[in-house]
């Protein structure tokens, strides 16, 4: 089974402080992506990586980056965090290698609240 | 953005019935597929239809896919209360996977 896991469940942060949440998969996948999830917005794209090194923005990626230097692991880094950073982030991951047809395992979230 | 938006954003039924949920896109995909998120979780991938498919079985699911309609919908048959969910529609044109804000499901017991 796939395993994809995020380094914490719940985190509380301050503002103005720079705050890492790791993701990392088991499963030799290529693609990575960090969405977070709000009410009534869903679930949005912030960042995508497709290769070790390689990322892609996604739909909202302003005060969020990321890095990928390994193939399992994928962080997203949020470089003074603010309280409209308050959400669920989910991270999600997907092979590369079985064409259009494959699935994303998702981690089982990280809601952090800024304070 | 290839973002699908799914209808109703709630539904309450009672245990037995059926659920149907729909979903509606914009661009051109190559598969459309359906998760489910229990309340705080991640998502868990429920089935997957492609472009040249109109329908597909899973067990109690049934997924229909109307490519000129630009629109998909998910049936579970005979609900439990376990089913109590959110479900999402991801419409996936190439590696990346979009979705819209779900159909949160109720199954009273």
């Given at each position: 089974d796939v395993k994809v896991t995020q380094s914490s469940r719940y985190l509380v942060k301050r503002t103005g402080e720079k705050v890492f949440l790791e993701c990392v998969q088991?499963?030799?996948?290529e693609n990575m992506f960090w969405y977070r999830q709000d009410p009534g917005l869903g679930l949005r794209l912030i960042y995508f990586s497709y290769d070790v090194k390689m990322k892609e923005k996604g739909d909202i990626p302003e005060g969020y980056s990321v890095s990928r230097e390994k193939k399992e692991r994928f962080s997203l880094i949020l470089e003074s965090a603010s309280t409209n950073q308050t959400s669920m982030y989910l991270c999600a991951s997907s092979s590369?290698?079985?064409?259009?047809?494959t699935e994303a395992f998702f981690g089982q979230g990280t809601r952090l609240t800024v304070v | 953005s290839q973002q699908g938006e799914e209808d109703p954003q709630a539904l309450s039924i009672q245990e037995g019935e059926n659920a149907t949920m729909n979903c509606s896109y914009k661009t051109s995909i190559n598969n459309l597929q359906w998760y489910r998120q229990n309340s705080g979780r991640g998502l868990v991938h429920l089935i997957l239809i492609r472009s040249n498919e109109r329908e597909k079985h899973s067990g109690r699911l049934r997924v229909t896919l109307d490519t000129s309609k630009k629109s998909s919908s998910l049936l579970i048959t005979?609900?439990?209360?376990?089913?109590?969910a959110s479900y999402f529609c991801a419409p996936k044109g190439f590696n990346k996977f979009y979705f819209g804000s779900g159909t949160k499901l109720n199954v009273k017991p």
């Open positions: 088991d499963m030799d996948h590369g290698t079985g064409g259009m047809n | 005979a609900s439990r209360a376990a089913d109590t």
